[in-house]
């Protein structure tokens, strides 16, 4: 089993910053990739962000590139997620998940490749 908990959620005005922590425990033993995703209000689940464990690659939502890094270390098994220059859109809940197994098709914008997800973080980006 495998347990994530994402932080650092909250309201911010538009322009400002965040920055979402995803702790992981339990079986840390096989990661492929973690990512980010998110779903605003009225909304389906979108893909935001994801990582390579290894780091060899980072992947970005169009909406998101430039504003978001995503980062991970992974002595402390803990996935970053650092928006910038928020607006008002970007409000949602973002989820972490992790993939375990990876696969010759890895996809890390779809949703179904990821094995285990936290609970969210509710993000608040005021006009």
């Known amino acids: 089993q495998v347990q994530l908990v994402e932080s650092g959620g909250g309201l911010v005005q538009a322009g400002g910053s965040l920055k979402l922590s995803c702790a992981r425990s339990?079986?840390?033993?096989?990661?492929?990739?973690m990512g980010w995703f998110r779903q605003g209000p009225g909304k389906e689940r979108e893909f935001v962000a994801a990582i390579n464990w290894s780091g060899s690659g980072r992947y970005y939502a169009d909406s998101v590139k430039g504003r978001f890094t995503i980062s991970r270390d992974i002595a402390k098994n803990t996935v970053y997620l650092q928006m910038n220059s928020l607006k008002p859109e970007d409000t949602a809940v973002y989820y972490c998940?992790?993939?375990?197994?990876?696969?010759?098709?890895?996809?890390?914008?779809?949703?179904?490749?990821?094995?285990?997800w936290g609970p969210g973080t509710e993000v608040i980006v005021s006009s």
């Open positions: 998940a992790v993939d375990l197994s990876g696969g010759s098709n890895w996809n890390p914008l779809r949703d179904y490749e990821y094995d285990y």
């Open positions: 339990g079986r840390t033993s096989n990661t492929y990739a």
